[in-house]
């Protein structure tokens, strides 16, 4: 059922995308240096509007994504320190198990 929802989203997500390519097909020019520096250089190009659309959200996007990675980056490396330490911490409990050679918790055992 998941499967089918995100079939859906993705089917209109894509319709939007044509839409809006229709709909923004005109030739804009995208001027990299500012005209007041044009004696020193001048260099602009002419694309569709869309592509530019599509170029800036997707810019957007890998920003974003990257500066989120690179927030949460501490916290990945203290859950996988936190991670060794358990299997760590776990492994000794065993050895110390087999070693008194009881399996079960003594309060557990009491219980029994």
Known sequence: MI????????????????????????????????????????????????????????????????WEYLREWRLRSESSQRKRQVEKLETEVSTLKKRTGTEEDDVLALLK
């Open 3 to 66: 499967r089918y929802i995100r079939l859906l989203l993705l089917l209109v997500i894509a319709v939007a995308m044509v839409l809006l390519a229709i709909a923004n097909r005109e030739f804009v020019t995208v001027e990299m240096v500012p005209s007041q520096f044009a004696a020193v250089a001048q260099y602009s190009i002419d694309v569709p509007l869309f592509v530019l659309m599509f170029a800036m959200a997707t810019g957007g996007f890998v920003i974003g994504w990257s």
